[in-house]
């Protein structure tokens, strides 16, 4: 007899929520790159405590693209804020500094940054190009965020970014790291990058996310330990906030689905594919690293006279993975 009729009747579910959870984490994994990595060098290498805490937003943010028909531009940028409203105010309470009336920690974290930087760029230029095949593209995108990514790694050099001791008692490095560690760094993190792409293309990437209820409700549960625990006790009013921009968000992509086909940018590159540009991706950690030692010298004098601190820091106190 054919062991195939002995297959339990829960194997092909299990099978395909296994699916949807190692869909989620590899792309937790390439929004981390950018969403964390790539904001402060100086928390340093660690991954796992990120992987987990970034799931659930991940899990989240192709929820909503597979719901609502994502393929678009505009679509996607609107799924990437509701990425970036739940990693900011659900996971910790980046989203609420400042107070009821403050809305700039809004539109910094969320729409200027995880928006285009981790959602756009990282995780669906970077797909569909790499899908394409086009080697030269990949190059120069890679180049030019790495460029960005070194002139935005200064602003850690910066005098109370040094002595922070918030940040130092966590254990950050801060201040000029030598140019070899920072090249390290960088290519650490682009390999981590291209692996996670290559695993998308090699059998990780969906065609479809839709969950079960069952999954719904761990993930909800999951992201409610945070939000109680790391969110409320500091904003209460924050479910106020965070329901108001979740939902223009969701209103928009539900005006936006009603003019698209079936399917979305999931099916649209679904499909066990060869990445050809792989070896390209040595350009994404060549850039940022050089800029550094000429901007030692560049700027020796402003970096003593100039007090800033990069947007978005104190996920660093709310939530040890941010």
């Given amino acids: 007899m054919s062991l195939e009729g002995h297959r339990p009747q829960w194997a092909p579910r299990f099978g395909a929520a296994l699916g949807r959870v190692v869909?989620?984490?590899?792309?937790?994994?390439v929004l981390i790159v950018f969403s964390e990595?790539?904001?402060w060098y100086i928390t340093g290498y660690t991954i796992l405590d990120l992987l987990v805490g970034y799931f659930f937003p991940s899990f989240v943010l192709l929820t909503v693209v597979a719901a609502f028909r994502v393929r678009r531009p505009a679509a996607l940028f609107l799924a990437g804020?509701?990425?970036?409203f739940v990693t900011e105010g659900v996971m910790t309470n980046t989203l609420y500094e400042g107070g009821p009336l403050?809305?700039?920690s809004v539109s910094y974290t969320s729409l200027a940054w995880h928006a285009p930087l981790s959602m756009?760029?990282?995780?669906?230029?970077?797909?569909?190009e790499l899908v394409a095949g086009r080697a030269r593209r990949t190059a120069l995108g890679c180049a030019f965020i790495g460029l960005l990514w070194g002139l935005w790694s200064m602003a850690w050099w910066l005098p109370e970014n040094v002595a922070d001791p918030e940040l130092l008692a966590q254990g950050a490095r801060t201040g000029q790291w030598p140019v070899a560690a920072f090249a390290l760094y960088a290519f650490t993190f682009t390999a981590l990058l291209a692996l996670a792409h290559w695993l998308l293309g090699r059998g990780g990437w969906r065609a479809t996310f839709r969950p079960s209820w069952i999954e719904g409700a761990l993930v909800a549960a999951g992201m409610l330990v945070f939000f109680v625990t790391l969110v409320l006790p500091v904003y209460p009013w924050a479910p106020l906030r965070l329901l108001v921009l979740v939902g223009i968000a969701l209103a928009a992509l539900y005006v936006n689905k009603r003019r698209e086909p079936s399917g979305s940018v999931l099916s649209a590159w679904w499909g066990r594919r060869n990445l050809a540009p792989w070896p390209?991706?040595?350009a994404c950690p060549w850039w940022p690293w050089p800029s550094m030692p000429l901007a030692r010298r560049c700027n020796r004098r402003s970096m003593s006279s100039t007090s800033s601190r990069p947007m978005g820091w104190g996920r660093a106190r709310a939530y040890s993975a941010g």
């Fill in 23 to 29: 869909f989620a984490l590899l792309s937790a994994a």
């Fill in 37 to 39: 990595k790539l904001y």
């Fill in 81 to 84: 804020a509701i990425f970036g």
């Fill in 102 to 104: 403050a809305w700039f």
């Fill in 120 to 128: 756009l760029f990282g995780w669906w230029w970077l797909r569909r």
């Fill in 280 to 282: 390209r991706w040595h």
